[in-house]
């Protein structure tokens, strides 16, 4: 079973940056595609960016496409977000998890972002 701590969040203005970090344990880490997720005040929790179990493939929501850049380690055991431009609707909770379907997973505590002036 994989566990997930996230960390890095903090309030930062408009058009600043932030790179969020996730370490992931587990014995399967390197068979799963891994990602992050958001939740914005009063909305549902979205798929934000994914990256494919052996690193050769990533996909973004359209409202982060060009801004975010998805990472990982499998040997580290390491997940990170670099986020630039940041707008205030990227403001929310962040959090690491696996990608694609499977058996429900313990979420993380996950890490907040505030953007804001």
């Known amino acids: 079973q994989l566990h997930f701590v996230e960390s890095g969040g903090e309030l930062v203005q408009p058009g600043g940056s932030l790179r969020l970090s996730c370490e992931v344990s587990g014995d399967e880490l390197h068979n799963y595609a891994l990602g992050w997720f958001r939740q914005a005040p009063g909305s549902e929790r979205e798929e934000v960016a994914c990256i494919s179990s052996d690193n050769t493939s990533t996909s973004y929501v359209d409202a982060v496409k060009g801004r975010f850049t998805i990472s990982r380690s499998n040997f580290k055991g390491t997940l990170h977000l670099q986020m630039n431009s940041l707008k205030p609707e990227d403001t929310g909770v962040y959090f690491c998890?696996?990608?694609?379907?499977?058996?429900?997973?313990?979420w993380g505590q996950g890490t907040r972002v505030t953007v804001s002036s």
């Open positions: 998890y696996r990608c694609g379907g499977g058996p429900p997973l313990p």
